[in-house]
């Protein structure tokens, strides 16, 4: 079965420091991996895919298929970058998108 | 960039009415949409996806002759709470598959749904 897990609810880092928002997941097969990011009254939109293999805002995540692990990390952490983060999987195109619970990071300044 | 539609942004009704909540592609054609729920404090939980032309695809647990979605156009999906109950009351968030990748989502602003 699909499913990801997020085992921090709640994050807090100063600012400057690194941070780290950890993802596993069990999925049957090869998934495709997202960190979605809803900040502060506004809609949640994608941060960055596993695919892509880019840095988004400054945010790294790297697929470990042997550990199953999806981390969002960044080496300096802004005042900015205070949201919910959610890792999200999904499988072949157009299937559904899983969500985990969300991490809510709150850098303190 | 894709933009995702969604009304009303909230809404209150009277138990055992139907409400309507519409979801709608701005600027692209989405043959595929995805109707989540969200709980205060909690994670989105898939309801439906909706395709294009053919019928819902509905998870476990979730009643099709209670959130009946339509998608009609490539361009709208719509969920109706059909007689709704104060327990249906919830955040209702729609999103769309993105040009940018088949399962890359653009999602709307949500509907909050308060049934009295």
């Known amino acids: 079965a699909q499913r990801v897990t997020q085992p921090e609810k709640l994050l807090s880092v100063f600012k400057g420091a690194p941070v780290e928002l950890k993802c596993n997941y069990s999925?049957?097969?090869?998934?495709?991996l997202f960190w979605y990011v809803q900040y502060s009254r506004q809609r949640l939109q994608l941060l960055l895919r596993?695919?892509s293999r880019e840095s988004i805002k400054g945010f790294t995540a790297d697929l470990n298929k042997g550990e199953t692990s999806f981390h969002l990390k960044k080496p300096f952490a802004q005042e900015e970058d205070s949201a919910m983060y959610y890792c999200?999987?999904?499988?072949?195109?157009?299937?559904?998108?899983?969500f985990g619970p969300g991490t809510s990071l709150s850098v303190i300044p | 960039g894709a933009v995702v539609s969604q009304h009303p942004s909230w809404v209150i009704c009277k138990s055992g009415t139907s409400v309507k909540i519409e979801c709608r592609s701005l600027?692209?054609?989405?043959?595929?949409m995805f109707w989540y729920r969200q709980f205060p404090k909690q994670s989105l939980m898939l309801m439906a996806t909706?395709?294009?032309?053919?019928?819902?695809?509905?998870e476990q647990g979730v009643e099709k002759d209670k959130f009946l979605i339509n998608h009609a156009s490539l361009t709208l999906s719509t969920l109706t709470v059909t007689s709704a109950h104060p327990e249906d009351s919830s955040f209702y968030i729609c999103?769309?598959?993105?040009?940018?990748?088949?399962?890359?989502?653009?999602f709307g602003a949500g509907s909050r749904l308060t049934v009295l």
């Open positions: 596993h695919i």
């Open positions: 999200a999987l999904s499988g072949t195109s157009y299937d559904k998108v899983i």
């Open positions: 909706s395709n294009e032309g053919s019928k819902a695809t509905y």
């Open positions: 999103s769309a598959s993105d040009p940018r990748g088949a399962n890359v989502l653009t």
């Open positions: 600027d692209f054609q989405a043959t595929t």
């Open positions: 999925y049957s097969g090869s998934p495709e």
